[in-house]
């Protein structure tokens, strides 16, 4: 069975830092070969895409956390991790973890989310 499990979110003030983690299990393939990406979706706002890392460890960053948020991923433990400094209230969101194959086979899985609240 396909899992990816989130887990660090919660509260916190602005200005502070979080750390994400998504680890995966039950691939059939092996782990370095998927992109990983962290999307978030706001309530009444579209999912988008915060963080990527490719299979090779090319990263990419939405505009909005570049020189905030560090993604990295770890190969033998299967896990991609986010880093999230300085947060904001506007990162307030559900995260989620994205694992995708764009060679064949294709394949496309996702995490059930972790909820992040930037307040004071």
């Known amino acids: 069975q396909v899992q990816l499990v989130e887990s660090g979110g919660g509260l916190v003030q602005p200005g502070g830092s979080l750390r994400l983690s998504c680890r995966a299990s039950g691939f059939l393939l092996p782990f370095s070969t998927y992109g990983m990406t962290w999307y978030r979706q706001a309530p009444g706002k579209e999912r988008e895409l915060v963080a990527t890392?490719?299979?090779?460890?090319?990263?990419r960053y939405a505009d909005s956390v570049k020189g905030r948020f560090t993604i990295s991923r770890d190969n033998g433990e299967r896990t991609v991790t986010l880093q999230m400094n300085s947060l904001k209230p506007e990162d307030t969101a559900v995260y989620y973890c994205n694992a995708r194959r764009t060679r064949s086979p294709l394949q496309d899985y996702w995490g059930q989310g972790t909820q992040v609240t930037v307040s004071s």
């Open positions: 890392i490719t299979s090779s460890g090319s990263t």
